[in-house]
């Protein structure tokens, strides 16, 4: 039992302002600018370290819409044969999954005998039931639902684009008043690169185009809305995911109202984790990357969360991952009880921040495009792919310079597995194909063809790491090197502290390594650095040199007695790793 004295908390701690408190830290930072601790946010604007409630911006017109936190955890199941498909949902019912999605390889698996056959046996008021990919006429579909004893209490919804042609469509949902059929699916642009404003923007876009469109037919504002479901992709960067839904949230009711509905209309979110993070490779992180993404998703405020299993199949057992994936709702529900508090984070001075700057940024956007003419117009004149082909552009170059790290990927990489090593093939083909906004395919592609390249010739090119000079700096930067390297695959043939004097470098290049990274931690390292390359030169004509940390002055010496490159935070590290592959033969 809990007692209460009555006494406030931090009573005896005088309260500390924000300009107070930014000047302390800019006296702890010494050297270190200010500026190092800011976070500027894929979306353009700039969040402090720390807020305080007179600091914090408040968001528009902010309502959670919930009466509670619970959420429906939904298991994608393809359906090739319905029978089979049945099956598959049924155990995943048994499972505790509180939603099946349904994704139809087929129109001809829509039809009326098939749907009995799909919903055999399932409870279809206890779960809800989306149903996705190739369904054929959504008119003939929804009218063939509506003959299924129980579907009119089901609150599933059709996760497909409404066909321009929609004359029938409300009045075929009638019988099924809880089944939703206007989707709102931003996923494909956040596959594409959009920034979570931008994700936002193009949600509110396409309820304004839908709202526009059906009231244009007469139908009623309250009705469309109540058909509505908007789907999501919820990335790894917690804090800003879980502030995306509240800023949706908090903007769709200025929409709604715009087109007569009610401001408490409540239009339902979707959350699918992301798949543009998704390792070939390191499978297992994989899984904490959905588990943070679930988590933002779910105190975040979505209805429904999906969350694909982490690996394909080709390094864990398909049914494995599936299980393991799914078993992350129940221990954030039964275990965390993170279904037991509405919107945890109102109230927090930095989330509310940032869901307020991330509403703002959003609202801009929207805005340009309705002026363009709505959302349709906005995509046929270029306008929403060309701003996300920005965004993806500079997404693209923070990953591949590593101000974005990966873990397993651009960062501390994990051995290939047995299975993996079994399996180059079918890994080398999933990489080769992967979407070009994926985060991983290119930095997994140099491991793959450096694994391809030991098969074939017995050994992998290897990289020796000199290191001279301070020995506490030398070692961080050669931790820096072997890290850089590995990531494209290389072996790391050894690390040394040594002289500059020819015996030591005999020692060292006595196995031939293909590049020899030189780690020199002097203040001014040129004179030590021009030695040791003039030697390796000598000794070993064919290596390839390089040097870590940014040119110093008087470089020019360093490239004329030999040196290839510099490797240091801010290159283009997969350019340079594709670079160093060609160089020594593996591409």
Not at 198 to 223: C, K, W, Y
Not at 506 to 511: H, I, M, P, R
Request: glycine share 6%.
């Amino acid at each position: 039992m809990t007692s209460t004295t009555g006494i406030p908390l931090f009573q005896d701690f005088p309260p500390v302002s924000w300009e107070e408190w930014k000047a302390r830290a800019t006296a702890d930072l010494r050297d270190t600018p200010y500026d190092r601790i800011r976070w500027n946010t894929p979306d353009g604007f700039v969040l402090e370290p720390r807020y305080s409630a007179d600091h914090k911006l408040i968001p528009p017109g902010f309502s959670v819409g919930k009466s509670q936190n619970r959420w429906n955890s939904c298991r994608r199941i393809p359906v090739t044969d319905c029978g089979t498909a049945n099956r598959d949902a049924i155990a995943a019912l048994s499972e505790n999954a509180a939603a099946i999605e349904f994704f139809f390889s087929s129109t001809d698996l829509c039809s009326k005998k098939n749907l009995e056959l799909l919903f055999e046996g399932i409870h279809i008021p206890a779960a809800a039931i989306y149903l996705s990919g190739s369904v054929g006429d959504p008119v003939r579909l929804l009218e063939n639902l509506a003959s299924i004893p129980g579907f009119g209490e089901n609150n599933g919804c059709l996760l497909t684009e409404p066909p321009r042609n929609s004359q029938g469509l409300f009045l075929a949902a009638l019988p099924i008043p809880a089944f939703r059929f206007l989707a709102v699916d931003t996923v494909p642009w956040h596959d594409r690169g959009a920034t979570p404003s931008q994700e936002i923007a193009l949600a509110l876009a396409g309820v304004s185009d839908l709202m526009h469109r059906f009231t244009g037919e007469g139908e009623n504002p309250e009705r469309i809305a109540a058909a509505i479901e908007i789907v999501m992709a919820a990335g790894s960067s917690h804090f800003i995911e879980l502030a995306k839904p509240r800023a949706l949230r908090s903007l769709l009711p200025f929409v709604l109202k715009a087109y007569g509905a009610a401001e408490t209309s409540a239009v339902r979110l979707f959350a699918r984790t992301s798949a543009k993070n998704i390792s070939l490779l390191d499978p297992f992180t994989n899984l904490l990357r959905q588990t943070t993404e679930a988590v933002s998703s779910i105190l975040g405020g979505y209805d429904t969360l999906q969350a694909d299993p982490f690996d394909s199949g080709i390094s864990v057992p398909r049914n494995d991952a599936e299980r393991i994936s799914a078993n992350i709702h129940l221990i954030l529900r039964e275990e965390c009880f993170l279904d037991r508090v509405i919107d945890p984070a109102a109230g927090s001075c930095y989330i509310e921040t940032l869901t307020a700057e991330l509403a703002a940024a959003a609202w801009k956007q929207f805005v340009e495009i309705e002026t363009a003419g709505g959302l349709a117009a906005a995509i046929k004149n270029d306008m929403v792919p060309e701003a996300i082909a920005r965004a993806a552009s500079s997404a693209k170059k923070n990953v591949e310079n590593r101000k974005k790290t990966l873990i397993g990927v651009n960062r501390y990489l994990w051995p290939l597995t047995a299975a993996q090593q079994e399996r180059l093939d079918t890994l080398l083909n999933a990489a080769e194909t992967a979407r070009e906004t994926s985060e991983t395919a290119s930095f997994e592609l140099l491991r793959i063809k450096a694994e391809k390249h030991r098969i074939k010739t017995g050994s992998i090119p290897s990289v020796f790491i000199r290191l001279s000079g301070d020995p506490s700096l030398g070692f961080r930067l050669a931790a820096f090197t072997e890290d850089f390297f590995r990531c494209g695959g290389f072996d790391i043939a050894g690390t040394a502290l040594l002289d500059a004097d020819s015996s030591s470098c005999g020692a060292a290049l006595e196995n031939n390594p293909a590049i020899v990274a030189l780690c020199v931690a002097e203040k001014n390292p040129v004179p030590d650095a021009e030695l040791i390359c003039m030697t390796i030169r000598k000794q070993l004509p064919d290596a390839i040199i390089v040097m870590a940390g940014k040119p110093p002055e008087g470089h020019e010496r360093l490239l004329a007695a030999g040196l290839d490159s510099f490797i240091h935070n801010g290159v283009n590290v997969l350019a340079m790793l594709q670079s160093y592959h060609l160089k020594t033969g593996i591409q």
